[in-house]
């Protein structure tokens, strides 16, 4: 379980997250919803170690992690997928994949990745800027998915994608899933979002506007008032 607890965090003298908490339980999906601007990029980033919280504590599985880099973040099993994809463009698929790997399962890695997405298994070759902008998805998707993580974050990922590639994305993100992945998820599609989620929160001005299950959600204010127009 991943434990967001009192986070204070932002940018220079700007403070953008102001105190918030937030459970990421075993095995779940949690969407984080918001308007532009609201601090759930921010939020990601602190979960992932890329930017340090001035206050409050990050814990997993019961051991607090709040000072961790990066690096020893995705080592116990807490994956990033940023905005705006994450491959190297001028490696190929494979190279791509291969980067992420442990030493000795390149060949199962690769294998993983084509089980789930096999539209890259036609690519391996292929330099990775030079797919499409879905294809790279699956690319960054697929290599968060050959390091085996316990948690991915996930931001905006179907962003700008066809319905058909977004259809494929929501299928990796259930077999992530089913595999006991728990999913911290920032979407774009809140009613897609919302369909697959367990709990939800919701974050207006760096602060939690609402916490609850999807089904809660639905007749409240805060969401009408925020994120409603999407629905
Ligand atoms: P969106 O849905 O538009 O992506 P968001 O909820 O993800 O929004 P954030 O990207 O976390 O919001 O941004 C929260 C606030 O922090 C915004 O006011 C933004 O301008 C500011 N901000 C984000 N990144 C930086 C940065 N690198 N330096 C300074 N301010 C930043």
């Given at each position: 379980?991943?434990?967001?607890?009192?986070?204070?965090?932002?940018?220079?003298?700007?403070?953008?997250?102001?105190?918030?908490?937030?459970?990421?339980?075993?095995?779940?999906?949690?969407?984080?919803?918001?308007?532009?601007?609201?601090?759930?990029?921010?939020?990601?980033?602190?979960?992932?170690?890329?930017?340090?919280?001035?206050?409050?504590?990050?814990?997993?599985?019961?051991?607090?992690?709040?000072?961790?880099?990066?690096?020893?973040?995705?080592?116990?099993?807490?994956?990033?997928?940023?905005?705006?994809?994450?491959?190297?463009?001028?490696?190929?698929?494979?190279?791509?994949?291969?980067?992420?790997?442990?030493?000795?399962?390149?060949?199962?890695?690769?294998?993983?990745?084509?089980?789930?997405?096999?539209?890259?298994?036609?690519?391996?070759?292929?330099?990775?800027?030079?797919?499409?902008?879905g294809e790279q998805q699956m690319l960054a998707l697929a290599r968060t998915y050959?390091?085996?993580?316990?948690?991915v974050l996930l931001d905006e990922v179907s962003m700008g994608l066809a319905p058909?590639?977004?259809?494929?994305?929501?299928?990796?993100?259930?077999?992530?899933?089913?595999?006991?992945?728990?999913?911290?998820?920032?979407?774009?599609?809140?009613?897609?979002?919302?369909?697959?989620?367990?709990?939800?929160?919701?974050?207006?001005?760096?602060?939690?506007?609402?916490?609850?299950?999807?089904?809660?959600?639905?007749?409240?204010?805060?969401?009408?008032?925020?994120?409603?127009?999407?629905?």
């Amino acid at each position: 379980m991943l434990e967001l607890k009192g986070i204070v965090a932002g940018y220079g003298g700007t403070t953008v997250l102001r105190g918030v908490d937030l459970l990421v339980p075993e095995g779940s999906v949690v969407a984080m919803l918001g308007a532009n601007g609201a601090g759930k990029t921010t939020l990601l980033r602190v979960a992932s170690g890329l930017l340090p919280a001035t206050g409050g504590q990050l814990v997993l599985d019961g051991t607090d992690v709040t000072r961790s880099s990066p690096h020893q973040l995705v080592t116990r099993g807490i994956c990033h997928v940023p905005e705006g994809r994450g491959v190297f463009p001028s490696l190929t698929v494979q190279e791509n994949l291969i980067l992420q790997s442990l030493r000795g399962e390149e060949k199962r890695a690769i294998e993983r990745a084509v089980e789930a997405f096999p539209r890259l298994g036609e690519r391996l070759s292929q330099v990775a800027g030079t797919m499409s902008g879905g294809e790279q998805q699956m690319l960054a998707l697929a290599r968060t998915y050959v390091q085996h993580p316990k948690v991915v974050l996930l931001d905006e990922v179907s962003m700008g994608l066809a319905p058909k590639i977004v259809d494929e994305i929501f299928d990796f993100l259930a077999r992530l899933r089913n595999e006991g992945c728990s999913l911290l998820l920032v979407e774009q599609y809140v009613t897609r979002a919302l369909e697959v989620a367990d709990y939800v929160y919701l974050l207006n001005r760096g602060e939690v506007a609402f916490a609850g299950e999807p089904s809660e959600l639905a007749g409240e204010d805060v969401f009408t008032q925020y994120v409603g127009a999407d629905i």
